[in-house]
């Protein structure tokens, strides 16, 4: 089992930066890939941004790629997201994820693939 804790979100306004973070526990966190996914009201919860177990590759979805930062710290078991420049259409509940890489740099986009899920940190961003 891992446990994942989202926390650092907030009311922002836009053009501002924010960073939202991810503290694991249980099993080895170095082991996972880890995802941020995002839920707006009324909508489906959709990718954000992924990293290896090593945080040597990352991916990022076109409508964060360039203002969102991804990245982790394996000794903390803890991955961030930094976001900046953000917009009032970023306004979601943010979730973390981990997805077992059994040791490859791999990981996916779909939601699906993901083992274990946080709670979610609020984000707003006001115009």
């Known amino acids: 089992q891992v446990h994942l804790v989202e926390s650092g979100g907030g009311l922002v306004q836009a053009g501002g930066s924010l960073r939202v973070s991810c503290a694991a526990s249980g099993r080895t966190f170095s082991l996972y890939a880890m995802g941020w996914f995002r839920q707006a009201p009324g909508k489906e919860r959709e990718f954000v941004a992924a990293?290896?177990?090593?945080?040597?590759?990352?991916y990022y979805a076109d409508s964060v790629k360039g203002r969102f930062t991804i990245s982790r710290d394996n000794a903390k078991n803890t991955v961030y997201l930094q976001m900046n420049s953000l917009k009032p259409e970023d306004t979601a509940v943010y979730y973390c994820?981990?997805?077992?890489?059994?040791?490859?740099?791999?990981?996916?986009?779909?939601?699906?693939?993901?083992?274990?899920w946080g709670q979610g940190t609020q984000v707003t961003v006001s115009s």
């Open positions: 990293i290896s177990w090593s945080g040597g590759v990352t």
């Open positions: 994820a981990a997805g077992n890489s059994y040791g490859s740099s791999g990981f996916r986009v779909d939601q699906r693939w993901y083992d274990y």
